[in-house]
Every structure is written in structure tokens, then in C-alpha cells.
């Protein structure tokens, strides 16, 4: 007799899901029998991937900031797993423009927060709910070449770490996935920067996909889809300066490319 699995008929969201690690997810949940909100801002990728996946999966195109009323009611008033995918892959340096602070910052850590907000007193009432939160490498790292996202990139994180820690012994349970390079379109548009750093090591969206779930069953905070990170994130930590420099070497290593 086949297990069931954990996540059948629960009922997920998973926002930035027209494409990349969002769509992904989305098959994945479907696959282990979950109903699927499928949310983006272009409403043809949401219906493109809610048609591919069938019957478990219900397109809510719109503003990852403001899906949650609209996700639940589409769920039957009940959403036991969110995903806070969508993101914004700024590039530019410390002089980008004030428009490119303000959209990263608003997209990757405030949509995050709003979401929380919106489903957090359901949540605690029931003392059960799952928040995964797609954050990057870049959030326990940092990325060259890209201020605004390795900033905003540090806040979700942060935000992600809050949550788990308040709320974990009340039932709410908080994963932060944190890849490298994954073969998506925001890898493509990240330029010299990710082809010098993330390319080479590059994985697809469903290995994502996987490293959740198998994070999820081991109830751990931290995904690392590409485990070295572990490595680089404890450098960081405990030789900050030496860290730092190897990073400017790669930082010069790009300037001169």
C-alpha cells in the first residue's frame, strides 16, 4: 500500500510561480496531492503552469503582496502552506536608482511581511501553518554586482529567522530555501556577474523542489539546495575579514573580465 504523503489535500500558495523554482513547487505540491494556488504577476505563466499541472492547481494571477484574500478564498478559506517565491533580481550598485531600492525592498522582504501578517492570526489559532520563504544564497552571502538584492535578500532572511523563532513553538513552521545559480530566467537576466559566479554550478528548479521536501521532512530552517553554501556561510562567520577579501578578488576578477 502506497504512504500517504504529508502534504495530501493541503492546501498551498506559491507565489512567483509562472516560471523557475515557483513553478516547480507548484508541480511538486501537486504531486504529493496538495491543491495549488498558482500566483504571478503575468496572468498567462500563472494559467500556463495551473493548466499543466490539472485539477489540483488554481491560477490567482496578481501582486504577490496582496494574493492572500484572494488565494484562501480560492482554497475554501484555509491555507496550510505558503510559499514566498516571488522576487526581483536587482542589480546595480550602491548609486542605483532610489525606484530600484524601493522595488526590490517591497517585493523581496515587505511582500513576505504582508503575507505573514495576513495569515499568521489563522495560523495561531489553529496552531499549524508552514511558511517557505525562497531567499537565495545571496541572503547568507552576498551576491557582486547586485546591492539591491544581496540587501533585501539579507532582510528576508532575517524576517524568515524572526518568524521561526517566535512562532515555532506555536505550530508555525518556517523554511528559508537559499540556492546558488538555478537555471531560470532570473539567472539569465543577472548578467557577466551570474555567469562568472552562479552558472558553473547551476542546478535545475526541481533539484529546488527536492531539497525542500527533504528539508521540510527533516524540519529544517535552512534549504540548501547547493550544500557547499553551508561552508561559505560558516567562513563568513568565523573569519569575516578573510571572507571579505575573497570576495573583492572575485569582485576584481569581474571588473576585469
Known amino acids: ?84 517565491n516571488a522576487g526581483l533580481a536587482s542589480g546595480g550598485d550602491a548609486f542605483a536608482d532610489e525606484a530600484v531600492w524601493e522595488a526590490a525592498w517591497d517585493t523581496n522582504v515587505m511582500a513576505h511581511v504582508r503575507a505573514a501578517r495576513a495569515l499568521l492570526p489563522d ?31 539579507h532582510g528576508a532572511l532575517a524576517f524568515a529567522e524572526w518568524l521561526s523563532l517566535t512562532y515555532r513553538h506555536r505550530g508555525v513552521q518556517v523554511h528559508a530555501i537559499c540556492p546558488q545559480g538555478v537555471r531560470t530566467d532570473m539567472l539569465t537576466a543577472s548578467g557577466s556577474a551570474g555567469e562568472l559566479v552562479l552558472a558553473p554550478t547551476a542546478i535545475e528548479p526541481d533539484t529546488v523542489a527536492e531539497a525542500l521536501f527533504d528539508g521540510m521532512e527533516k524540519g529544517r530552517f535552512l534549504i540548501l539546495p547547493h550544500p557547499e553554501v553551508a561552508d561559505y556561510h560558516a567562513a563568513r562567520a568565523t573569519d569575516p575579514d578573510r571572507w571579505l577579501h575573497s570576495m573583492n578578488r572575485l569582485q576584481q576578477k569581474w571588473e576585469g573580465s
Open 1 to 84: 500500500m502506497t504512504p500517504v504523503s504529508a502534504y495530501q489535500d493541503q492546501r498551498v500558495v506559491v507565489t512567483g510561480a509562472g516560471g523557475g523554482i515557483g513553478a516547480a513547487l507548484a508541480h511538486r505540491f501537486a504531486a504529493e496531492g496538495a491543491t495549488v494556488v498558482v500566483n504571478d504577476l503575468d496572468p498567462a505563466k500563472a494559467a500556463a503552469v495551473a493548466d499543466a499541472i490539472g485539477a489540483r492547481a488554481i491560477a490567482v494571477p496578481g501582486d504577490a503582496s496582496a494574493v492572500v484574500a484572494e488565494a484562501r478564498e480560492a482554497l475554501g478559506g484555509t491555507v496550510d502552506v505558503y510559499c514566498a
Open 123 to 153: 495560523w495561531l489559532e489553529r496552531g499549524a501553518g508552514r511558511f517557505v520563504s525562497t531567499v537565495s544564497a545571496a541572503g547568507l552571502l552576498t551576491m557582486i554586482g547586485a546591492a539591491p538584492y544581496s540587501v533585501t535578500k
